[in-house]
């Protein structure tokens, strides 16, 4: 015959283990934050999301002949991330650095990215970091910077809502 055990002794199983799943989930999201904002730090700290992404661009291309930004702002439309940004830029090159040509035959690449408000300043992160996600992330450990929940170029204030060299 076996012995049924007392109800609080199982209550108190469930509990730790649903704790230690808790405890797992922060630390494993902490962990991720913290690591791909550090691997991001060393990539470069950026004033601007916009000077970042002219980093990028002069990282990426050879020798371009011309630059635009034509939208940096918040990703969210609500406002309620203003530390995640995209940036959109029009770059004018022949080659990029690996060498493939640019713009498929337009004259123009018209690359966007992601950057993040810390309190140091603007990092850049690849759309394949989930930048929405590490947003979110950085405002529950409080690692995101204030951001800013206004654009400083919008997509529909540039003169064509896209690329168009002034020179055309």
């Known amino acids: 015959m076996r012995r049924s055990q007392p109800p609080f002794l199982l209550f108190g199983l469930v509990l730790a283990i649903a704790l ?4 797992q989930m922060a ?19 950026f004033p601007t999301a916009e000077e970042g992404m002219l980093s990028l661009i002069a990282r990426g291309y050879l020798e371009p002949q011309d630059v635009e930004i034509i939208r940096a702002g918040p990703n969210s439309f609500d406002g309620t991330s203003p530390h995640v940004w995209y940036v959109i830029a029009c770059v004018w090159a022949e080659r990029r650095v690996d ?14 990215s992601f950057f993040l408000h810390t309190k140091e300043g603007w990092v850049h992160v690849s ?42």
């Not at 992330?137 to 060299?165: D, I, N, Q, T």
Request: with cysteine.
């Open 27 to 45: 630390l494993s999201t902490w962990v991720y934050t913290s690591g791909t904002l550090r691997a991001a730090r060393q990539q470069g700290i």
């Open 99 to 112: 060498g493939s040509l640019v713009g498929h035959g337009r004259g123009y690449d018209q690359p966007g």
């Open 127 to 168: 759309e394949g970091a989930f930048p929405e996600l590490l947003g979110a992330l950085m405002k529950v450990y409080g690692l995101a910077g204030p951001g800013s929940a206004r654009p400083s170029h919008e997509w529909e204030s540039a003169p064509y809502s896209g690329c168009v060299h002034q020179d055309a």
């Open 20 to 23: 230690n799943c808790l405890f």
